[in-house]
Each structure stands twice: as structure tokens, then as C-alpha cells.
């Protein structure tokens, strides 16, 4: 329901610029198209108001008329140039009306009217419209004979123009071509369109509106107004306009439509990241990572605002150091070289507890209420640096040990920890409650220090084992030992 953007526009009423000039092809000459030099074609105009005199605005159209004949002539008139570049379609309208005495008698007097395109600035010319004269003898005047043409004429350019012509063998002193309304357009047009007013707080906030919706964006959250509508029915091009009253009073405040919940990536919940140092000193995990990544898939905003994502950790996982407050991206490093020093520094071999994403559009939900943070669920996070710790301080156990897994119960993933103070032959199982071996998950030759070793709740083929108790024993030279684990799905 857009209305087209006028690329050149005539209509010929009383006092508008002429926009055209008079060329014969014939002679080859031009002429000024106004009422004070003499041309083949003239301006008619309407008394519109009876006053007894031409007023400024009083309609009009142009016609080629001669008296008292004129004879194999070839008249056009020719429009400025304008631009109508960028146009992948340029629409032609005009409202033409041919009154033509063909005489039998004179069989090479026939006449034709024509309308014509130039995209070069009149270089040359296309036709795109042609009309010969009827075989009757019409009315004096052209009211209730005018036919409307739209005619799409191609892509437009920067030095366009439009003309029409008259060309035959004998005018006569009764032959008129009129033209009237002529519009170059950047698409079709209808007859006509429905537009809106819309008023803010008895104010007029917008006129013309082509559409049926209207966002009044900048306004304060909370700030209530008022609007109203007011449509118009408007002919194209002309006609006229019928405006209706204003519509009922409907009275609203924006509210801040809130971001949705980011969606965690890494670690998975009940992960457990075990830190050791490589054959460079290093620190790395079991995955030969240099640093626990935080990772997790953005959030949406329907108001478009700019999002900014927030660090929440519970538990012992509040000692991560975390320089900085704030972030826009949608992931963050620790570096191990970062946090081991941050754990020892505090005495703690392992520490663990929930880690969560929050994010906010930063609008308050009402002056002056901070802004709402939209919390992610929490996923918890074992890290252990025992290891890592262990040889750092060049420290060795002085005893075999075998300590409670974590987490405990679990599900997925739970770590067991134990001591080997010396090198040894290691053999760790998993067993249900009736006594029957399900797993092996240390089998070796292992060197003194801290160990670690996670387990995921399968058995030794590889398959999920169901949720309940089970035990796991520890066997290293002369020492033996078994603790119970649970495993919740």
C-alpha cells in the first residue's frame, strides 16, 4: 500500500512551470511551450470555482490543435529531463483523449497519436505507446473521453525524459489530442490509498502514514502517552481526499521486553577438570588445555538492545579470579598458570561448586530499579590441582590412600582421588551390591604422587549402568581398600 515516489510529475493547471517545450520534427525546430509565444499545442484550463477568470490552481491540460489545416506534420512536446537512476522499474501514467476527423476522402490523412521515452537526455527515443485516429467524428471537448494508460517502460536513469507527439498527413482545423496527468513513477500505482494520521497526546505525531502499525520508539520505559488515528482515503493522483474522524483513545507504556536465558555450552554440568603439568611444566588438564574455557550460546533481545553477559559462581568456585565484571563475548578463559597459584594461595588442593551465565540488557525495568539479570541454571564444576600442586612443592604421599569420590552422588562423571607413595602395580574396580565386578578403571604400573581417575557410570563394555549403589576397591602392593559411590539418573 505504498505510494509510488513521483520521478516527474505534469498536470498542467493553472500557473504550475510548463516542464515542456514545443519540437516540430519536421522543421527541426523548438519553441518555448507558454502562453505568450505561438505553438501547435496550448494549454485549456477549467473556470473550476466560476469565477469568470483563471485562478492558480484551476485545472488544465495540454492539446495539440492547428487552424486552419496543417499537412504531413510530426508535432511532439518534449519534457525537461529528470532523474529517475536506481529504479529497476519506472512506471509511465498519463490520461490522454484523441477527438479526430479521419475524412474518407483523404486516405493519406489518417493521424497518429504516440507517447515516448528517451533514457539519454533525448539522444533517442522509444516508443511505448501508439494510438491512430478512430473512424468516427467525436465531441468538441474532451470531458467524460479521457482513457488513463500505466505503461511499465524499463529501468530508469539519471537523464530521463517523456514526450508525446501528433504526427500525420492533414490536421484539418477539428482534429485535438489532449494530454493531461502525466506522472513518471517508481512502481504501478492504484486508484487509490488509504493512509493514516496518528496523534500522540492530541498532538499530531505522523501524517500520511502508509501503514496499519506504527512504533513510536525513543520513548521512555514507563512513560505512559495517548494516541489516536485518523484515516484518509486519497485518490491517485488527484481527487478529492476523504479524512474520517479520529479514531478511540488508547493510552500505553513501553516495558522492556527481557533478554532470553543464555544456554550453557562448556564445562557439562558435574564436569570435573583435572590439572596436571606436562613434560614442559606447563599446566594442563586431561585434555591437554592450557585453560578452563566458560562457554555458552547468546541470548536473543526483541528490542534489539546491546547484551552484556555476567560471571556467577557458588560455592568454592567463588575464589576464580575473574578480571573482569562484564563481557560481550560468549566465552571466557581461566589460565591454569592463573588459577593453580589462585588455589594454593589459599591452601586448597580441589575446590568445587556451581557456575552459572547471567545476562541483562542494562534497562531498568522502572526508573530508578537497576536492571533485571537473567540467571542461567548452575552446572557444577570440580577442579583439582592436587596433582599439579603435588609437583610444584616437589611433595610425594607418605602413605596409600584412597579418598571419597566427587561428586558424590553423580551423574554423569565422578572423580576418585588416591595416593600412591611409592611405584606400585594399581588395580581399581567398580562393583555392584551383589558383590559382581561392572568395571576397571585403573589397571597399571603407576609412579609415587597424587592420582586421579574419572569414572561415567559405565561398565567394562562400555554400557550405562542404571542409578544405585556401587563400590569401588583399590588394590596397590600390600594395600587394599573400598569406599561406596552412588550413581543418580
Same mark, same amino acid.
Given at each position: 500500500n505504498r505510494i509510488p515516489e513521483i520521478r516527474f510529475g505534469a498536470s498542467f493547471d493553472y500557473d504550475e512551470p510548463t516542464q515542456f517545450v514545443e519540437y516540430d520534427a519536421v522543421l527541426d525546430s523548438t519553441t518555448d511551450l507558454s502562453s505568450d509565444e505561438p505553438t501547435n499545442w496550448d494549454k485549456a484550463y477549467t473556470d473550476a470555482n466560476s469565477s469568470g477568470s483563471f485562478d492558480a490552481g484551476d485545472p488544465g491540460w495540454v492539446r495539440y490543435y492547428w487552424s486552419p489545416t496543417q499537412t504531413d506534420f510530426d508535432q511532439w512536446i518534449i519534457s525537461d529531463s529528470f532523474d529517475a537512476s536506481g529504479d529497476t522499474s519506472v512506471v509511465l501514467m498519463f490520461d %490522454?483523449?484523441?477527438?479526430?476527423?479521419?475524412?474518407? =476522402?483523404?486516405p493519406d490523412a489518417h493521424d497518429t497519436a504516440a507517447a515516448h521515452i528517451s533514457y539519454d537526455d533525448g539522444a533517442t527515443w522509444t516508443t511505448v505507446w501508439e494510438l491512430a485516429d478512430s473512424s468516427w467524428y467525436g465531441p468538441s471537448g474532451p470531458e467524460g473521453y479521457w482513457t488513463r494508460h500505466v505503461i511499465p517502460v524499463g529501468a530508469g536513469t539519471a537523464q530521463m525524459k517523456v514526450a508525446f507527439s501528433f504526427r500525420g498527413g492533414n490536421s484539418f482545423n477539428i482534429d485535438y489530442f489532449h494530454v493531461d496527468?502525466?506522472?513518471?513513477?517508481? %512502481?504501478?500505482?492504484?486508484?487509490?490509498y488509504d493512509v493514516f494520521n496518528v496523534y500522540r497526546d492530541g498532538e499530531m505525531l505522523v501524517e500520511d502514514h502508509e501503514y496499519t502499525s506504527f512504533a513510536d520508539v525513543g520513548v521512555p520505559y514507563g512513560e505512559e502517552h495517548c494516541y489516536r488515528v485518523q484515516a484518509k482515503h486519497v485518490p491517485y493522483p488527484d481527487g478529492m481526499t476523504v479524512i474520517s474522524g479520529l479514531s478511540n483513545i488508547a493510552c500505553a507504556a513501553p516495558g522492556n521486553q527481557i533478554p532470553t536465558v543464555p544456554t550453557l555450552l562448556s564445562p557439562a554440568d558435574n564436569d570435573t577438570i583435572m590439572i596436571n603439568v606436562d613434560a614442559s611444566g606447563n599446566y594442563v588438564?586431561?585434555?591437554?588445555?592450557?585453560?578452563? =574455557?566458560? =562457554?555458552? %550460546?547468546?541470548?536473543?533481545?526483541?528490542?534489539?538492545? %546491546?547484551?552484556?553477559?555476567y560471571f556467577v559462581f557458588g560455592g568454592e568456585l567463588e575464589m576464580i579470579p575473574i578480571d573482569i565484571a562484564a563481557t560481550a563475548l560468549l566465552s571466557f578463559e581461566v589460565p591454569y598458570n592463573v588459577l593453580v597459584p589462585a588455589m594454593s594461595s589459599i591452601g586448597e588442593n580441589v575446590i568445587s561448586g556451581d557456575w552459572a551465565i547471567g545476562v541483562t540488557d542494562s534497562i531498568p525495568i522502572y526508573q530508578p530499579v537497576p536492571f533485571e539479570l537473567i540467571v542461567t541454571e548452575g552446572r557444577h564444576l570440580v577442579i583439582d590441582a592436587g596433582y599439579a600442586l603435588s609437583v610444584d612443592e616437589g611433595l610425594l604421599p607418605e602413605v596409600f590412600a584412597l579418598h571419597q569420590n566427587y561428586p558424590n552422588p553423580f551423574n554423569p562423571v565422578t572423580t576418585i582421588r588416591y595416593d600412591v607413595p611409592e611405584q606400585s602395580l594399581v588395580r581399581m574396580e567398580i562393583y555392584n551390591v551383589l558383590g559382581q565386578k561392572v568395571a576397571v578403571v585403573v589397571n597399571g604400573i603407576q609412579d609415587p604422587g597424587f592420582h586421579a581417575v574419572r569414572w561415567n557410570g559405565t561398565n567394562m563394555y562400555g554400557n550405562p549402568l542404571s542409578s544405585g549403589m556401587y563400590f569401588y576397591h583399590i588394590q596397590a602392593g600390600d594395600f587394599r581398600s573400598i569406599k561406596k559411590l552412588i550413581l543418580v539418573k
Open positions: %490522454e483523449y484523441l477527438d479526430d476527423y479521419p475524412d474518407a =476522402s483523404y496527468n502525466i506522472f513518471v513513477l517508481d %512502481e504501478i500505482p492504484q486508484d487509490h588438564d586431561q585434555n591437554n588445555n592450557v585453560g578452563v =574455557s566458560f =562457554s555458552w %550460546e547468546g541470548s536473543t533481545d526483541a528490542d534489539g538492545h %546491546e547484551l552484556m553477559y
